[in-house]
């Protein structure tokens, strides 16, 4: 029926592209599509106002079921029947709360895992509920009820009529001075004896203070000896000269400390070295060579790229390839001959081994990567998909050819089998209209920074 | 191949030569497409052709969308409004409509609006060129048929949407910014909150996804037309065809746009 398989192949290609595509907006939505299986539990509360069927159940925040039903209990409470996630085993004791959320008060059930036991709730399991948490309203008529205490205190107070409480508190006040004296008296032999004690204290005072104006003892010479005086005041000297230098700017330190501009200077210093620090650790730059035999042609088609990445979600890539199939030109002539008969002819040139030019910028979502700009000199537009941790990447490319009327079309798998060493398989402008189709397979290197710092300190110590 | 008669194998061949059917033509409107848009860059440059269509797809639909706008944008605001007011926020109206005038309903009902207007008209206008054998003469007088006649109307769609987009998106505005004021929304909170609430990203966005709303009413309308075949019956099919497909690639193409946008 459709005999054409090119359109086909392309359909294929589009189809698998838009695939991806989809994929990746529905990663990126968040739209979680699984449906998990689940188990029920159940819980009495004294009342569900507000709950609705459908609504979360949540852990500590964190969504693990839903509300299946609720219906009324023994007719006057109300049995909530929730649906937790199969893998999500609660502790026995756990409770139930009714929560709300947001301005509107939207009721959600939210469990305590309870901590008392080892044994989990099984499937049919029951929960104890706790006393819903304070909502709104709740608050209200506490704040309310706390309102009218202040005011029963208060009250007396706006009124003036002050004078009964004060002269209680007189009152109180004779009562401890007495209470005071009592204790006084009650002890008077232990204070006799306690400032006798004191009296000693300070006599032997007297006799140190008396030892140290006579110059006796370390203390005594250094306050009375006038060498140590004078000892100590040549330090103050110096000490007041180089403080004095420090002041005016001279010397190492005294630059440092006075001139405002050296201290900018090393402000500068630091935060310019955290900056390249922190451009370093984002910025990186690989080198990738791959070599990729064309089955078809027999031809070994090699690529050397240079990517630069500025941070994980970008990178340029600038590249060469030595392609098989070079420029093709095509010039028509006219000439007319001796007799007169203009004649017109074509000249086709083909010039093969032609490098080509790699310049794509390249942008990253999650686990695509789109990219645009020249691929083999024509313009393009690859993606590519990393699977299991970046070790295998598929990709799509479509770019003009430069001989083809239809577009250049390539689709490849390639595989991180060690290191830095890939495995490439791919198959090669497969809707060519000029016999240029072909499967191809290739090793492709990849060096980071680190291998190539590696690499060029080996390389100069062979100089 | 001979014909299979089974009744088994009956259905699974429908089902085969449906998908077959399906891919053949996803892969041949991308190459229609490829070969539109490579052949655009490259003289000659047919200028006139251009704008020609830039005035069909862009000048003459402007009527259209401002009607389509200030509808929209009315009757939004009105159930807007009926539901806010439940809970006293109806100075959010204002961002509200905004933002869904500028996100969404600006971009896509004007594309759907333009599709019925001019998506409909190349299918039938090319349908007809291709019926009467026209293209096949520009082909015979080594004129490309696909840079003469689809490169202009492709790059009249992704150039011309955009602004008839933002044509949408402002007199949206102003519909539900009448209604608002006139079911008693204070016109300064209108105003003012939608300065809080509206960040250019949303404007930018929105006419961003009407670019391509506009490649994808045009080509599509172009491709429908171009391989249409049958007579008159074959043109009337094209056109319909081209209004059918181009709404079902706008709005899933939206979501897809969406998701990843915003």
Redesign the interface.
Known sequence: MYKSSTEIKVGLFVLAALGLFVWMAVRLGGFGLSVKDTYNISTVFPSAVGLKQGVAVEVAGIQVGTVASIELYDDKQARVVMAIQDGIRLPADSAAFIRSSGLLGDKYVELAPGGGTQEKLEAGGQIAAARAAADVSDVMQQLGEIAADLKKITAPLAEGNTGSDLKDLISNLKDMSERLSGIVSANEAGLTETLAALNGSMTNLQEITDKINSGSGSLGRLINDDSTVRELNQSLASIRHITGRIEAGEGTLGRLISDDGTIDKVDRALSSLTGYLEKEDKFKVFVEYRADYLTRHDFLKSTINLRLQPGPDRYYLLGVTGDYFGKYKRSDFRSTDANGVVRNSIEEEWRRDKLKFNAQIARRYYDMVVRGGLIESGAGLGLDYYLDEDKLRLTLEAFSGDFDERPHLRAEASYNIWKIFYFNLGYDDFISDQHRASPYFGLGLRFNDDDLKYLLSGASSLF | MAAQSSIILTPVARLG?LT?????????Y??LL??AL?SA?GPPWRLRGILRQMEAVGVESIFVVILTGLFTGGVFTLQVIYGFRL?AAESLVGPTVALAMCRELGPVLTALMVTGRVGSAMAAELGAMRVTEQIDALTVMAADPIKFLISPRIIAGLTMLPFLAAVADFTGILGGYAVAVAKGVDPGQFVGRIRDHVVLADVVNGLTKSGVFGLILTSVGCYMGYYSQGGAEGVGRAATGAVVISYVAILASD??????MF
């Open positions: 030569a077959l059917g399906a891919l053949y033509h996803l892969g041949n991308s190459l490829f070969r490579a860059f809970f979501f897809l746009m969406t998701a990843v």
